[in-house]
């Protein structure tokens, strides 16, 4: 059965090349978030962007691509124009992933307190709000929250079973309703609890990457085409490899307004704040999410298989041998091989399955080890090798962002490289003092952006993006720039906004109104499109599990200090 199916994979490719490039249906597996006890079984989560890589060495353009579909597999197809000496194969899923943990945009919060909050705690020895809403009862403490890699982490130490359940439920996680017994001997113990979902948009069983090769010099993806089949804001993330910075050449480029972005959440809103910016520059722009040296953070990413190992692989009789020959079993480009040779349980989704195969009584079935040693040699590591040939002659990797919806699609967007333009960095960085009132439970944070800007959480309403319109946070502009970029020098600046405009408040201009002489302008340029909208003023409210989270953040600091004093 492996043979047949390892064959028919084979022939699927050679039919995509063969086909101009009309890819084969993909199922997409939905992804688990699991914990020691249960996962989120009926919750897949799918992403919503198409990534593209180009890199340009000696006169051929490789691009990677990785495009995401939900929907019936048979319902599926995908056809790209390009070059007639186009060359294909696979790529790799872990190259795509590497890409997203580099260069991905973070949002780090910094928390500093008052002084006088810690003795207004200790002087009145409050209860911690408990998960139910009620003081002194049964309560869940939020020890720490944070975006760890595609994860939001989160560790709790509770000290009742259902208002740990009250919390996973009211956060989105699927407990089973017999896990009580199971959980209370923990609770008893005094035991904190790590749970952990999927981040908004990731992992959600992509189809395989392709690699086409072919003359060309200017990197183009054709959005064309996508437009017939395409979900509205649906995002495309392109990374480029070469010598220098790239740029958006026919469609306008843009920076955010970071007051726009939802620092209590670690920027979950970052698609919804571009989409709005892009929106405002008319619906064609990118925004740069990094832009540098290659250095040594994507080098060596991608380790081949040593012969050694493949040695060993290729002994294997049984899936669990298989297994435990391998130190790292997170590889998404092994889980795929494994796959065509392996039966995974119904259900169950692979990569959790080839994690933790030990975990099931299917780890015992047999397999084929000089079949998979031959496709790990062929499908990952000739694949690994190729993209560590490109990735050490292209020194420079510029990552672009955007969301287009379909009526959007009208032109191919276009880039080319400019090295006359400074570097971006993917890490933004503000600062949220808490202060205390002589209410030991009232707050107020106030978020200080990195050129200065400050504003209460309460006045901030971040952006909220739904079916292609924005619907929450309306108050201030997403976009702080728009500009024209081209192959040298400094772009052309089409709009600026003053900060003021762009800084919320319960009282002030309202965002998106016509720019006076001293506070932006607008013009138009070949690629830009540019178009101002104006937007409604509104009341803003405080994210009341944002100030809960931080209050029980400080408890436990107060607490703790107390009892390194003691």
């Not at 579909?69 to 070059?83: A, H, K, N």
Request: glycine letters at 8%.
């Amino acid at each position: 059965m492996s043979i047949l199916r390892s064959a028919k994979r084979r022939l699927t490719l050679a039919t995509i090349s063969a086909s101009a490039l009309l890819s084969a249906p993909s199922l997409i597996t939905p992804a688990h978030a699991c914990g020691g006890f249960f996962c989120n079984a009926n919750l897949p989560v799918t992403q919503s962007a198409e990534r593209v890589v180009f890199a340009r060495v000696e006169g051929q353009l490789h691009m990677h691509v990785q495009i995401n579909y939900q929907g019936p597999p048979t319902s599926f197809g995908w056809l790209l124009p390009t070059s007639p000496r186009v060359e294909t194969a696979i790529s790799s899923e872990a190259f795509f992933s590497a890409l997203d943990r580099l260069y991905g945009p973070r949002f780090n919060l910094e928390y500093q307190y008052d002084e006088g909050c810690g003795l207004l705690f200790e002087d009145a020895e409050p209860s911690p709000p408990s998960a139910n809403g009620g003081e002194g009862g049964p309560t869940v403490q939020v020890l720490s929250r944070e975006a760890i890699g595609p994860y939001d982490r989160a560790i709790l130490l509770p000290d009742n079973v259902q208002v740990l359940r009250d919390w996973l439920d009211a956060n989105g996680y699927q407990i089973p309703s017999d896990i009580d017994a199971k959980l209370q001997p923990y609770v008893d113990l005094g035991s904190a609890f790590v749970a952990i979902k999927l981040l908004p948009g990731l992992d959600a069983g992509d189809i395989v990457p392709l690699r086409l090769s072919f003359p060309g010099d200017r990197p183009s993806i054709p959005i064309i085409p996508t437009s017939v089949a395409a979900d509205p804001d649906m995002g495309v993330i392109v990374h480029v490899l070469d010598e220098a910075r790239a740029v958006p050449v026919n469609y306008s480029h843009v920076t955010i307004n970071e007051a726009a972005i939802d620092w209590l959440n670690q920027g979950r809103n970052y698609p919804d704040v571009v989409s709005q910016a892009v929106d405002e520059a008319g619906g064609r722009a990118f925004v740069t999410d990094y832009a540098g040296e290659v250095g040594d953070q994507l080098t060596g990413v991608l380790s081949p298989y040593s012969e050694g190992l493949l040695s060993q692989v290729s002994q294997a009789s049984t899936l669990y041998q298989l297994m435990d020959i391998f130190d790292d079993r997170t590889n998404p480009d092994l889980h795929r091989v494994l796959g065509n040779f392996a039966e995974v349980p119904e259900g169950q989704d692979p990569s959790q399955f080839f994690r933790c195969v030990e975990c099931y009584s299917d780890s015992d079935q047999p397999i084929d080890g000089a079949q998979i040693a031959e496709a790990l040699r062929t499908e990952v590591n000739e694949v690994y090798e190729q993209l560590n040939e490109v990735i050490a002659q292209t020194p420079y990797v510029t990552r672009l962002y955007s969301t287009l919806s379909a009526e959007e699609m009208d032109r191919d967007p276009s880039f080319s490289i400019n090295p006359d333009l400074e570097s971006v960095s993917n890490v933004h960085t503000a600062t949220a003092q808490v202060s205390c009132t002589q209410d030991p439970y009232t707050e107020e944070i106030t978020i200080t952006l990195a050129d200065g800007r400050s504003f209460t959480a309460e006045e901030a309403t971040p952006v909220v993006r739904q079916d292609g319109e924005t619907i929450r946070g309306q108050d201030v502009p997403a976009a702080a720039t728009i500009e024209q970029m081209y192959e040298a020098g400094q772009p052309e600046l089409l709009m600026e906004r003053d900060p003021e405009e762009m800084t919320p408040a319960s009282e002030g201009p309202t965002a998106g109104a016509e720019d006076s002489a001293d506070g932006g302008s607008t013009s138009e340029s070949s690629g830009g499109d540019v178009e101002e909208k104006g937007c409604q003023q509104r009341s803003a409210t405080p994210s009341l599990l944002a100030l809960m989270l931080l209050m029980l953040s400080l408890l436990h600091r107060v607490t703790r200090v107390a009892r390194e004093v003691r």
